[in-house]
């Protein structure tokens, strides 16, 4: 599926699919402990049960061990001329 806008600048619009809802909200939380995030949206992902979650990360309000990570992927990425 398809995003029906492209997110704005410094945003990722992540969708996480697993067997079970209580894996899916403990991926959802550790997003959450290193970036700013919407309220996760929940839904059935399949007729066996699977969850899919679905929310907002803002990268330019990074915390903890991502916000290091951006830092130093930010200088390798501006090194060898990525953006």
């Given at each position: 599926m398809q995003p029906k806008e492209t997110p704005s600048d410094g945003q990722a619009d992540v969708r996480i699919v697993a067997?079970?809802?209580?894996v899916a909200r403990r991926v959802a939380?550790?997003?959450?402990r290193c970036f700013a995030a919407?309220?996760?949206r929940s839904y059935p992902s399949d007729?066996?049960?699977g969850t899919r979650l679905e929310l907002t990360v803002?990268?330019?309000?990074?915390?903890?061990p991502a916000r290091s990570w951006l830092e130093t992927s930010r200088s390798s990425g501006e090194d060898d001329g990525r953006t």
């Open positions: 067997d079970s809802p209580e939380e550790v997003l959450r919407t309220e996760q007729s066996a049960g803002d990268t330019t309000r990074a915390a903890g």
